[in-house]
């Protein structure tokens, strides 16, 4: 038989306010951190888990392994799932201590988790650019490549355009993609960039590090993006837009360059320059046509890593 690749680990903790409760930690241990439906079947909740007591459920994992896992927790008083960027947002509830809906907030949940250090937070790169050079995919490759040695790394979406990773995970060659995208593409509103400028920060108090996929046009709406991030990664198909992203990144935000992509529909890797940044021009940045993060630029942004860790 196959070893497990879904682990279940218990632990007990206490808000600040006094309320107790369990932590139902998810860990998808193979490498590749790939799951399949059929493990469902054998998968049990951990030994001891007590019905008195509510549980929050935290961990990367499909949505159908969260379903699976409110519905086995249902005999507890309430269950929550556990959002990096809020905190333990309560979905099912027999008891009147916490109501559907309530958010028990990060700095509230008392982890005892070193990674969770308000005071200390790590890297978040943005990942920036005109429309069309491959934002989307770059940010996507980085964050599978990363993922493998660095478990924590996280690729937040702060833009509204209907792409992220559940599109740019669908089989090659999906005719329904675009689709998908326009189906659940948003709108700007007023509350966007400083609600993502406040998910950034919180992920940056878990996270190894952030990865930032902001669109692509220069708005002085997101400052509030720029003021959360530490450095920045220009990728454009077009050489005279990228002046503009360094005087709004770094000139106006203050955020540091780790490196430029010069994107072709080429497949091919040519370095520039390696400082004061990386410079580099490769591609193809085309979903089911990149083959991988190039190794001169994974190790640039490893060491975002490296340095705090």
């Known amino acids: 038989m196959a070893d497990a690749s879904i682990q279940l680990t218990l632990s007990h903790h206490q808000t600040t306010q006094g309320l107790a409760y369990q932590l139902v930690t998810i860990e998808l241990v193979s490498r590749d951190r790939i799951i399949e439906p059929q493990e469902l079947a054998t998968l049990r909740l951990p030994a001891g888990l007590d019905p008195r007591l509510g549980v929050v459920l935290s961990g990367r994992a ?22 990096p960027r809020l905190g333990a947002v309560v979905t099912t509830t027999h008891s009147k201590l916490v109501s559907v809906g309530q958010v028990l907030p990060l700095e509230d949940l008392n982890l005892g ?36 040695d660095y478990p924590d790394v996280y690729l937040q979406r702060a833009q509204w355009d209907g792409e992220g990773n559940w599109t740019l995970d669908l089989p090659e060659n999906a005719s329904e993609r675009e689709a998908f995208k326009l189906a659940n593409k ?14 950034i920060r919180n992920l940056r108090q878990q996270k190894s590090l952030v990865i930032v996929d902001a669109g692509g046009m220069v708005q002085p709406e997101k400052q509030s993006i720029l003021d959360a991030c530490t450095h920045y ?40 320059q390696r400082e004061p940044f990386l410079e580099v021009r ?3 940045w ?7 993060v190039p190794e001169v630029l994974e190790g640039q942004v490893r060491s975002l890593i490296t340095s705090v860790t």
């Open 113 to 148: 988790v070193p990674s969770i250090q308000p005071d200390k937070l790590g890297p978040a790169l943005l990942v920036v650019g005109p429309p069309d050079s491959g934002k989307s995919v770059l940010s996507h490759q980085l964050f599978v490549t990363l993922v493998k």
């Open 233 to 272: 990664l220009i990728i454009s198909s077009k050489p005279e837009e990228i002046e503009p992203w360094h005087e709004f990144c770094g000139s106006q935000g203050g955020v540091q360059p780790i490196a430029v992509i010069h994107s072709t529909l080429e497949t091919m890797i040519e370095v520039l």
């Open 62 to 83: 499909p949505v159908w392994l969260y379903a699976y896992l409110v519905h086995e927790c249902h005999p507890t008083v309430w269950v929550a799932c556990f959002d």
């Open 282 to 284: 490769c591609g193809p």
């Open 186 to 199: 948003g709108t700007l509103t007023e509350r966007f960039f400083p609600y993502q400028g406040q998910v």
């Open 286 to 292: 085309v979903q089911g046509e990149t083959d991988g």
